[in-house]
T-cell receptor
Framework: GENVGLHLPTLSVQEGDNSIINCAYSNSASDYFIWYKQESGKGPQFIIDIRSNMDKRQGQRVTVLLNKTVKHLSLQIAATQPGDSAVYFCAENLTEKLTFGTGTRLTIIP | KAGVTQTPRYLIKTRGQQVTLSCSPISGHRSVSWYQQTPGQGLQFLFEYFSETQRNKGNFPGRFSGRQFSNSRSEMNVSTLELGDSALYLC?????????????FGQGTRLTVV
């Protein structure tokens, strides 16, 4: 995959369990955050976003939590499925420029 | 609604050559951003175009350039290719206005420099 050279944090989760992926962002002025999922050989796929005036947003099976005090973002995936296996990136947006974290590789154990 | 389309999907070039990559954004999107993804550096921002003007620029050398056309399609050019330019080049499109920042990526162009 595209990120094998980086020391990617890895999370292994049993199928059916919930997954929590964490991300620390760098700029306290960032006003918009996105979580992306990237499968091998594909571009990043938009999962969910959150603006800085919110601290929680829910989607289908996913929830994003934002803690601006400690500049921390998390992605919760409920009832993890084999198709959730991928690298997950958080990105912060400041003036239309996305800055990505290094990513977390999520592996699902059958 | 068609997604972001990048062409070509794969490209092999030799050192010293130049290359042009193309990105067609989602219909109605006026902002196109380019990113380089490598195993060693992850995803790095190259530049962003909005309404045919470069609005944002990352920290890449001048060999990397881009442009945007009136129909919002964008091209990225890399001149005097180096081995280290081998990467997955991704473009993302968005409406580009302050209130709408959702960015959607294409599949990328895999460039290999030999």
């Amino acid at each position: 995959g595209e990120n094998v050279g980086l020391h990617l944090p890895t999370l292994s989760v049993q199928e059916g369990d919930n997954s929590i992926i964490n991300c620390a962002y760098s700029n306290s002025a960032s006003d918009y955050f996105i979580w992306y999922k990237q499968e091998s050989g594909k571009g990043p796929q938009f999962i969910i976003d959150i603006r800085s005036n919110m601290d929680k947003r829910q989607g289908q099976r996913v929830t994003v939590l934002l803690n601006k005090t400690v500049k921390h973002l998390s992605l919760q995936i409920a009832a993890t499925q084999p198709g959730d296996s991928a690298v997950y990136f958080c990105a912060e947006n400041l003036t239309e420029k996305l800055t990505f974290g290094t990513g977390t590789r999520l592996t699902i154990i059958p | 609604k068609a997604g972001v389309t990048q062409t070509p999907r794969y490209l092999i070039k030799t050192r010293g050559q130049q290359v042009t990559l193309s990105c067609s954004p989602i219909s109605g999107h006026r902002s196109v951003s380019w990113y380089q993804q490598t195993p060693g550096q992850g995803l790095q921002f190259l530049f962003e175009y909005f309404s045919e003007t470069q609005r944002n620029k990352g920290n890449f050398p001048g060999r990397f350039s881009g442009r945007q056309f009136s129909n919002s399609r964008s091209e990225m050019n890399v001149s005097t290719l180096e081995l280290g330019d081998s990467a997955l080049y991704l473009c993302a499109s968005s409406l580009g206005t302050r209130g709408d920042k959702e960015a959607f990526f294409g599949q990328g162009t895999r460039l290999t420099v030999v």
